[in-house]
C-alpha cells in the first residue's frame, strides 16, 4: 500500500521491517516476513560457526524467493570466528540485504558495497546516523529510548530522534522503537521516515519460535512492564522480572560484568524462551509490548498493520477542514 | 487547518496547545498564543497570592477576546492558599478552560464541572487518563518520557503512551512530548490524538519572558541535551548544565530533599531565567529542543507548524500507491 525511497531500495511491498532478534528471527519467522511482504532479518550472532549461518541463509531461501537480510552486531561476540567472516558467509551466499549495527562499521562498508547488496546500518545516534551516510549506507534503521533490546545510551526517544534524523541526511530512514501497528507506522511516515522496524511485535506472532508462555507473558505485559538494564555498559531493555530487578540491583553495587554474566547471557535467554520460563532470564523487549494482545499470523499482523495504516491516515485527512474554514 | 473534537470543545481554529509553564507562560504569551489560534495556559503556579492570579486572567482577557485556560497542578507548592482557591480563582474569573495535573483531581472535579468551564486533566500514566475520564474530564492531556519538566516516573514514551491512552478512553486526548513541528503534530494525530501539546518550542518563541540568552541555549541544545533528576521523587527532565549534574551526584548520594532544595527551586529558576544564566539553575525542557533553531513569533511559530504539518500530510499520501499496485 506504501511506496517508498525504502520498499523500492528493499524490493518489498511494505515499508515494514522485522527487527532482528538473537535466536528468534530464524528462518521460518524471517521468511514468512519476506512473504508478507515485509523484510526480516536473520541475525549471524544466533549461530555458533559459519557453516551454521550459511545453512540458515539456504534454509531460508527454500522457503521465500522474497529479499532478505542478515545483520552483523559489531559488538565483540565471544565466537571463534569474526565480524568479517559472518558478513563475508552472507555475501558468498548472495544474500541481497546486509545490516550492520551498533559500533562504527567503517571497516566493512567497502567489502559489503563490493558484493552489490544493499546495504543498511542500524544506531541510535544521530551522529552515528550522519555517519553511515558519510561511508556510503544506502539507508540507515534509527531507534529510539523505548525500543526492545539496545536502545543506546542517550535516552532519546523515536519522536525526537527520528525527526533529527530526517534533518541530518539525506539517504533514507526506517524508525524503531515504540512502533507496534499501522497508527505507529503513519506516525513514523509524518516524521519523514519511509520505513519502520518492529522487534516486539514480530516476537508475539504464531511464526516465532518462542515458547507460547513467553509470548503470553508479552500479550499481559502493558507499556509499563520493561525496564533499562546495564545502563552504564550496554543498555538492554527487557520485560520487568525478577533477574531484571537482580540484574539491576548488582548495578547499584557496582558488580562486574563477570558477575552479573550469569543472569544476562544470551544462552540463558535462548533456554528461558524455549522452555517458556519468561521469569528465568532477561527478555529484551520494547514498550511497544504494550500494544499487543494477541499471537497472529505474520500475515495477519501485515494485513493488519496496513488496514490500520490506512484508517489511520482516513482519520487524519478527516481532521484537515477545508480552507474557507480556516480563521 | 485542523478540526478535532478538541479544536471544537475548546473553541480553537489549531489544535495546539502551549504547555503551561511556571514563570514563562505570562499574560503576553498566553494572548499570542489564543490570538494565533492555540491554547495557551496560565499556571497558577507562577503567582505568589490569589489576587495576582486573578489580575493576570484579567490582563489576558484585556490582550485577546480568544479562550485560553487556568492550570492548577495539584502538587503540594508551598503557598498560603489552597488548589481550592486558585481554581475558585479562575471559575469567579470567568476562565472558560481550566486545566489540572499531576494528581487524583477527585476532588475538584464537580466545583471545576458546575462552573461551565471546559475541564482538562493532564497526566503521564494510562491509568491516570482512565481515572480522569472516568470523573468527567472533557479531554486529557498525556505526556511522555520526552517532555520538559514532570514526565512522570513510568519512563514511558509519546508514541507509545498516546496510542494506548487512545485505546483506553472515548474522550479526546492530546498528546505531549518530543514535539516541536508540524511533522510532530501529524505523527500524534496518526496516532489517534486530537491535539498535540508543545512547551518547550514555545519557550523559545519572542512573546517568552525568558532572558534572550536562555533562548539562545535551547537552540544550541540538541536532543541529548536534557537529562531527568528528582527521579526518585518527582522527575523534572531539564537542561544538562551544571545544576543538573550537581543535583545528579546528590540523589546519588541519597541526598535529602532539603539538601538539594536550594539548587531546584522555582525561585532559583525564575532569577535565572530573567538573568539569563542558563547554567545557575534547572531550566526545564523536553527533547524536543533538540528540533529548536529559531526564535520565532508565536504567529510565524503556528504558520510553520500548520504549513510543516499540511507538507507532512502530503508527504504520506504521496506514499500511498493506488490499490491495483499492490503486490
Known amino acids: 500500500m506504501f511506496s517508498t525511497r525504502i520498499t523500492k531500495l528493499l524490493g518489498i511491498r511494505h515499508p515494514v521491517i522485522c527487527g532482528c532478534m538473537q535466536w528468534l528471527t530464524r528462518a521460518e519467522l524471517v521468511a514468512a516476513v519476506a512473504e508478507a511482504g515485509g523484510l526480516g532479518i536473520i541475525p549471524a550472532a544466533t549461530f555458533d560457526s559459519i557453516d551454521e549461518l550459511k545453512q540458515e541463509i539456504r534454509k531460508t531461501r527454500q522457503l521465500t524467493s522474497k529479499p532478505f537480510a542478515v545483520n552483523v552486531t559489531l559488538i565483540p561476540m565471544g565466537r571463534p570466528f569474526s565480524h568479517a567472516e559472518m558478513l563475508m558467509a552472507a555475501i558468498d551466499e548472495g544474500v541481497p540485504v546486509i545490516e550492520t549495527a551498533a559500533r562504527d562499521p567503517q ?63 539525506d539517504i533514507p530512514i526506517a524508525a524503531g522503537g515504540g512502533i507496534s501497528d499501522g497508527r505507529g507506522l503513519v506516525a513514523a511516515l509524518s516524521l519523514g521516515a519511509e520505513a519502520v ?3 516486539t511485535r514480530f516476537f508475539a506472532v504464531r511464526e516465532c519460535p518462542a515458547h507460547d508462555d513467553i509470548k503470553a507473558a508479552l500479550v499481559s505485559a502493558d507499556e509499563a512492564s520493561t525496564g533499562l538494564v546495564l545502563t552504564t555498559l550496554e543498555p538492554v531493555r527487557a520485560l520487568r522480572n525478577q533477574v531484571l530487578d537482580r540484574v539491576g540491583e548488582l548495578e547499584n553495587k557496582g558488580a562486574s560484568i563477570a558477575e552479573m554474566y550469569p543472569l544476562v547471557s544470551g544462552r540463558r535467554g535462548l533456554k528461558a524462551y524455549m522452555s517458556g520460563h519468561a521469569d528465568d532470564a532477561l527478555i529484551p523487549c520494547g514498550q511497544g509490548v504494550g500494544l499487543i494482545d494477541d499471537i497472529p499470523t505474520v500475515a495477519e499482523l501485515m494485513d493488519r498493520i496496513m488496514s490500520d495504516a490506512g484508517m489511520a491516515i482516513e482519520r487524519v485527512e478527516a481532521m484537515v477542514s477545508v480552507p474557507n474554514q480556516r480563521g
Open 107 to 169: 571497516d566493512y562498508v567497502d567489502m559489503i558495497k563490493a558484493s552489490g547488496a544493499v546495504y543498511l546500518h542500524k544506531c541510535a545516534r544521530v551522529r552515528d546516523v550522519v555517519k553511515a551516510a558519510k561511508l556510503g549506507a544506502d539507508m540507515v534503521t534509527v531507534v529510539g529510548f523505548e525500543c526492545g533490546g539496545h536502545p543506546g545510551r542517550q535516552d532519546v526517544s523515536t519522536m525526537v530522534k527520528v525527526a533529527r534524523a530526517v534533518n541530518a541526511v
Open 197 to 199: 522496524v518492529m522487534g
